[in-house]
């Protein structure tokens, strides 16, 4: 019989992102730019308030140039229009933008070297461009970028303790580097990272207890270590993490029930319980948390229809209830759940074509139809559903070579076209496929040896190999595959024991070992994996 090797669907986004996305820091009178997370609905209508202010600063500067009040006022136009730029994912005219406001915001501190705002001025810039350098996957360039700006926040912290805005701001520069952290796979890292800003957070509620942007920021943190706990196998405390967010993020709708960024917030908290409780094995506890995020995310999408972050969250509720309806072998729902995504997806793409996070939601769409195609025996839909995934992850990685979610996403594309190559019975086309998987994850591991998934996909390109190799009657070249797969599955479950993905992945693996030893007539190890799997089974495996 064939060993069925694994294809891999794609969840939607998980709700992870900087509580803080864009710094809103006024160079002048502390002016807010206001709340960019819905920022599409009024663009037009902000967008010439701030090139209004931009001409009204420069006309100032060109009567008096050493008003630094005007210096002021003309960088916090630049970082305005940039981040409207960021939120309608114009990424290189939001470079421009902030580069433009960097520069007015050095030479502001030239000026006055000891002035607080003008300090805090040049830390938001330098932030937004490591939010920019994020969202583009260069994040090296946001890495520096974000340590420039934490820099001079702790310096204006350690000056002034009791100010609440340099306390924001630093809580943001540190969640903005756990997110990268988070993303590098350095979930150390981002684990001391979000502590340091949950701290701070915490800190200003005891200040000021009924303070909505604090409470949201707090909300956005436990969310994040919650994220994080998950990706570390740590479903218990993830939970809990998870369960703190959605209490602080229900008060805040119960007091602003039309307010669109707390439903949002809640949409996404209502999203990541149900992830965890279908990791879990919970189907009918995360069918109903996707649901609820499903609601809300049609209503919002009901009153901005224009605005690019609102679609993108309902294109997430329905991939993830369409990922569901397939584990439960419900594949018309789960097709329908995938269309509808996938029409919206490709909207955004025909709006946003060089927005490289629309690209690789859409190359999701593609991969998660592909693989309901081949659950459905369909392997030539199936493959050409990933060719099209497959076209776009390597444009995205040719763009970005170094970001690890796009080098992921492009080894999942080359291991489900082996599948379906392996299914066909074209194993020296299934080999090249899973070769050139195998070769991007081993770097991946490399990277980021204790990210779980890698590891964990990295099995997956073992484990198909020895079933090439099986089929091919290479039995030393298969043992030596399953055995680097099993090791790698064994240590999984080791730190993360009820895991119920890891726990199948390791029941594979003793499947698959013991299916070899008996092809080589070995019944001593057939009896040993044999136990081995039973052990499992007691565990509901």
């Known amino acids: 019989m064939k060993r069925r090797t694994n294809i891999l669907g794609f969840a939607g986004a998980v709700a992870l992102a900087f509580f803080a996305l864009l710094s809103t820091t006024s160079c002048a009178d502390r002016r807010e730019v206001g709340d960019l997370s819905n920022a599409g609905g009024a663009s037009l209508e902000t967008r010439e308030y701030y090139e209004q202010a931009l001409e009204t600063a420069k006309e100032r500067l060109s009567r008096s140039p050493d008003d630094l009040e005007a210096l002021s006022d003309l960088s916090a136009s630049y970082n305005g229009l940039g981040n409207l730029a960021y939120a309608e994912r114009s990424y290189q005219e939001a470079r421009e933008y902030y580069e433009q406001a960097l520069e007015i915001a050095k030479e502001r501190l030239s000026r006055s070297p000891d002035d607080p705002q003008a300090l805090r001025c040049l830390s938001g810039s330098y932030f937004n461009l490591g939010v920019l350098a994020y969202a583009e996957g260069s994040y090296q360039e946001a890495r520096e970028y974000f340590e ?290 195998l070769e991007i994850r081993e770097q991946l591991v490399s990277r980021s040896p204790d990210d779980a998934q890698a590891l964990r996909e990295l099995s997956v390109s073992y484990n198909n190999l020895g079933s090439i190799a099986y089929e091919e009657g290479s039995y030393q070249e298969a043992r030596e595959y399953y055995e680097q797969a099993l090791e790698i599955r064994e240590q999984l479950v080791s730190r993360s024991p009820d895991d119920l993905e890891a726990l199948s992945d390791l029941s594979f693996s003793y499947q698959r070992l013991g299916d070899l030893a008996e092809a080589e007539g070995d019944q001593a190890k057939v009896k040993e994996y044999q136990k081995k799997l039973e052990e499992l089974e007691t565990r509901g495996i």
């Open 148 to 437: 420039q700006a934490l820099e001079i926040r702790e310096q204006l912290v350690s000056r002034s303790p009791d100010d609440l805005e340099t306390l924001s701001d630093l809580s943001g520069s540190y969640n903005g580097l756990g997110v990268l952290a988070n993303a590098e796979g350095s979930y150390q890292e981002a684990r001391e990272y979000f502590e340091q800003a949950l701290e701070t957070a915490k800190e200003r509620l005891s200040r000021s207890p009924d303070e909505l942007e604090t409470l949201r920021d707090l909300s956005a943190l436990y969310n994040e270590l919650g994220v994080l706990a998950k990706a570390e196998g740590s479903y218990q405390e993830a939970r809990e993490y998870y369960e703190q967010a959605l209490e602080i993020r229900e008060q805040l709708v119960s007091r602003s029930p039309d307010d669109a960024q707390a439903l949002s917030d809640l949409s996404a908290s209502y999203f990541n319980l149900a992830l965890l409780a279908e990791a879990e094995g919970s189907y009918q506890e995360a069918r109903e948390y996707y649901e609820q995020a499903l609601e809300i995310a049609k209503n919002l999408v009901s009153r901005t229809p224009d605005d690019l972050e609102t679609l993108r969250n309902l294109s997430a509720s329905n991939i993830n209830l369409g990922l569901l309806a397939k584990t439960e072998r419900s594949y018309q729902e789960a097709r329908e759940y995938y269309e509808q995504a996938l029409e919206i997806r490709e909207q955004l793409v025909s709006r946003t074509p060089n927005d490289l996070e629309a690209l690789s939601d859409l190359s999701g769409s593609y991969n998660n139809l592909g693989a309901l195609a081949y659950a459905e025996g369909s392997y030539q839909e199936a493959r050409k559903y990933h060719e099209q995934a497959l076209e776009i992850r390597e444009q995205l990685v040719s763009r970005s070579p170094d970001n690890a979610q796009a080098l992921r996403e492009l080894s999942v594309s080359y291991n489900n076209l082996g599948a379906i190559a392996y299914e066909e019975g074209s194993y020296q086309e299934a080999r090249e496929y899973f070769e050139q998987g």
